[in-house]
C-alpha cells in the first residue's frame, strides 16, 4: 500500500506479540497512518521513540519490566509525543488507565474480553479514528498535571436541589472533569450530572478518583436512584442515563436502549431526557470532545426552558468538536476555557468560589 507523505507515524508497545501484530496490521491497513516502530516493553520503547520520532504511541498499561505508567511519564519528559494507552477492562487497568489519561495521555483503547476481538470491525474502526483524533488534538498543557489538593467538606448538604448542572464530555473529558468537579463546593443546592464517553468498566474508577479530590460525593448512577443536592452523579459506561420524576423528586433511571449517533451513554438521550421535566433550573456545560453529541439536546432545552449553556473554548480543548457544534448553533451562553468553567457556574448561580487551586 502505498502511505501518504504525510502520514501519521504510529510506535506500538505491547508485552504481547500477537497484539503487536494485530495493531500493526489494523494500523498499517489505512493509507494515511504508518507504524514506524513496535517495543515489547517500556524500556524498549523510550530507545525506539528516541530513534524513529513517532507522532503516536499506543502503549500497553500492563507490562513488565517497566509499566505502562511509569514509561508514560518518561516518553512525555522526552519527546512530544501524543500517547493512546491500550487497557484490559479490569478494576486496576481501569485506574491505571484514568492515571494515565491524568499524567497526559490523550485517550485510551479497552482490550475486548476476547482478545481475538480485538481485530474485529468495530476495534479497527475504533482504533483508527482514535489514533487520527490524537495527531490532531491539541497537547498543549497535557504534560500540565492535573492534581488537586482534597479540602474536606465537614459541612451539611444543601437540603434542596436548586439548579441541575448537566456535563457532556468525550475525549479529554476525565482530565477536563478534574479542572471542574473539584472546585464546586460540597454545600451546592445542585446536584450534576455527567456523561463522559466511555466504555464499561471505567466510569467507576473515574468516579472514585473524582471522588478522592472533591467537596461534593461523586459516584456512578444507579437506577431507581433518588438524585439529592451535594452529589455528582456520572453515567455508568455503555449506559444511557435519563432523568425522571417521581411526584415531586428527581430520579436517575439506566437504560440499555441503543446507542444514539454511535454513543452510550449519549449526552443527548439525557437531555432528552431533562427536556420532559418541564424545569428551567437547569446550567448546561459541553466539554472536550469529538463530535456533536449535547448539541441537540442542549438546542431542544434551550428552546423550551430557560436554560444557560456553559461552553468549553477552542483553545483548552483536546478536541474541539462537542463545543464547536453547540457554539455555531449560536446557543452558547459562555464559552470560557477550561479552568474558567467553575467559576462561571459559580457565578450564574450566586455562589462564591470555594477557593481551591490546582498544583501544577
Given at each position: 500500500?502505498?502511505?501518504?507523505?504525510?502520514?501519521?507515524?504510529?510506535?506500538?508497545?505491547?508485552?504481547?506479540?500477537?497484539?503487536?501484530?494485530?495493531?500493526?496490521?489494523?494500523?498499517?491497513?489505512?493509507?494515511?497512518?504508518?507504524?514506524?516502530?513496535?517495543?515489547?516493553?517500556g524500556?524498549?520503547?523510550?530507545?525506539?521513540?528516541?530513534?524513529?520520532?513517532?507522532?503516536?504511541?499506543?502503549?500497553?498499561?500492563?507490562?513488565?519490566?517497566m509499566?505502562?505508567?511509569?514509561c508514560?511519564?518518561?516518553?512525555?519528559?522526552?519527546?512530544?509525543?501524543?500517547?493512546?494507552?491500550?487497557?484490559?477492562?479490569?478494576?486496576?487497568?481501569?485506574?491505571?488507565?484514568?492515571?494515565?489519561?491524568?499524567?497526559?495521555?490523550?485517550?485510551?483503547?479497552?482490550?475486548?474480553?476476547?482478545?481475538?476481538?480485538?481485530?474485529?470491525?468495530?476495534?479497527r474502526?475504533?482504533?483508527?479514528?482514535?489514533?487520527?483524533?490524537?495527531?490532531?488534538?491539541?497537547l498543549?498543557?497535557?504534560?500540565?498535571?492535573?492534581?488537586?489538593?482534597?479540602?474536606?467538606?465537614s459541612?451539611?448538604?444543601?437540603?434542596?436541589?436548586?439548579?441541575?448542572?448537566?456535563?457532556?464530555?468525550?475525549?479529554?473529558?476525565?482530565?477536563?472533569l478534574?479542572?471542574?468537579i473539584p472546585?464546586?463546593p460540597?454545600?451546592?443546592?445542585?446536584?450534576?450530572?455527567?456523561?463522559?464517553?466511555?466504555p464499561?468498566?471505567?466510569?467507576?474508577?473515574?468516579?472514585?478518583?473524582?471522588?478522592?479530590?472533591?467537596?461534593?460525593?461523586?459516584?456512578?448512577?444507579?437506577?431507581?436512584?433518588?438524585?439529592?443536592?451535594?452529589?455528582?452523579?456520572?453515567?455508568?459506561?455503555?449506559?444511557?442515563l435519563?432523568?425522571?420524576?417521581?411526584?415531586?423528586?428527581?430520579?436517575?433511571?439506566?437504560?440499555?436502549?441503543?446507542?444514539?449517533?454511535?454513543?452510550?451513554?449519549?449526552?443527548?438521550?439525557?437531555?432528552?431526557?431533562?427536556?420532559?421535566?418541564?424545569?428551567?433550573?437547569?446550567?448546561?456545560?459541553?466539554?472536550?470532545?469529538?463530535?456533536?453529541?449535547?448539541?441537540?439536546?442542549?438546542?431542544?432545552?434551550?428552546?423550551?426552558?430557560?436554560?444557560?449553556?456553559?461552553?468549553?473554548?477552542?483553545?483548552s480543548?483536546?478536541?474541539?468538536?462537542?463545543?464547536?457544534?453547540?457554539i455555531?448553533?449560536?446557543?452558547?451562553?459562555?464559552?470560557?476555557?477550561?479552568?474558567?468553567i467553575?467559576?462561571?457556574?459559580l457565578?450564574?448561580?450566586?455562589?462564591?468560589?470555594?477557593?481551591?487551586?490546582?498544583?501544577?
Amino acid at each position: 500500500m502505498i502511505k501518504s507523505s504525510n502520514a501519521i507515524r504510529v510506535l506500538i508497545v505491547d508485552d504481547s506479540a500477537f497484539m503487536r501484530k494485530v495493531l500493526q496490521d489494523i494500523l498499517d491497513s489505512d493509507p494515511e497512518i504508518k507504524v514506524v516502530g513496535v517495543a515489547k516493553n517500556g524500556i524498549e520503547a523510550l530507545d525506539i521513540a528516541g530513534l524513529v520520532k513517532p507522532d503516536v504511541i499506543t502503549l500497553d498499561v500492563e507490562m513488565p519490566e517497566m509499566n505502562g505508567l511509569e514509561c508514560l511519564k518518561r516518553l512525555l519528559k522526552q519527546g512530544s509525543y501524543a500517547v493512546i494507552m491500550v487497557s484490559s477492562v479490569t478494576t486496576k487497568g481501569a485506574k491505571s488507565t484514568i492515571e494515565a489519561l491524568n499524567i497526559g495521555a490523550v485517550d485510551f483503547i479497552a482490550k475486548p474480553d476476547n482478545i481475538f476481538q480485538i481485530s474485529g470491525d468495530e476495534k479497527r474502526k475504533e482504533l483508527i479514528q482514535k489514533v487520527k483524533v490524537a495527531k490532531e488534538a491539541g497537547l498543549i498543557n497535557l504534560t500540565k498535571k492535573a492534581d488537586i489538593k482534597k479540602k474536606q467538606f465537614s459541612g451539611q448538604k444543601a437540603p434542596v436541589i436548586e439548579k441541575i448542572i448537566a456535563i457532556g464530555t468525550s475525549t479529554g473529558g476525565p482530565r477536563g472533569l478534574q479542572r471542574v468537579i473539584p472546585f464546586l463546593p460540597g454545600d451546592l443546592p445542585a446536584a450534576v450530572v455527567v456523561v463522559q464517553h466511555m466504555p464499561q468498566g471505567f466510569t467507576r474508577s473515574l468516579a472514585s478518583r473524582l471522588n478522592d479530590i472533591s467537596e461534593m460525593t461523586v459516584k456512578e448512577a444507579e437506577d431507581d436512584e433518588l438524585m439529592k443536592a451535594g452529589y455528582v452523579y456520572i453515567a455508568p459506561g455503555d449506559r444511557h442515563l435519563l432523568l425522571s420524576k417521581r411526584g415531586n423528586d428527581i430520579i436517575l433511571r439506566l437504560d440499555d436502549s441503543d446507542p444514539i449517533s454511535g454513543h452510550r451513554p449519549s449526552f443527548d438521550k439525557m437531555l432528552f431526557s431533562m427536556d420532559k421535566l418541564g424545569q428551567n433550573n437547569i446550567i448546561g456545560v459541553i466539554m472536550t470532545g469529538m463530535g456533536t453529541d449535547g448539541s441537540k439536546g442542549l438546542k431542544g432545552l434551550k428552546e423550551k426552558a430557560d436554560i444557560h449553556i456553559i461552553a468549553q473554548d477552542e483553545k483548552s480543548c483536546i478536541v474541539y468538536g462537542m463545543p464547536r457544534a453547540v457554539i455555531e448553533m449560536g446557543i452558547a451562553d459562555q464559552v470560557v476555557p477550561l479552568d474558567q468553567i467553575p467559576a462561571a457556574i459559580l457565578d450564574f448561580m450566586g455562589v462564591r468560589d470555594n477557593g481551591h487551586e490546582p498544583i501544577s
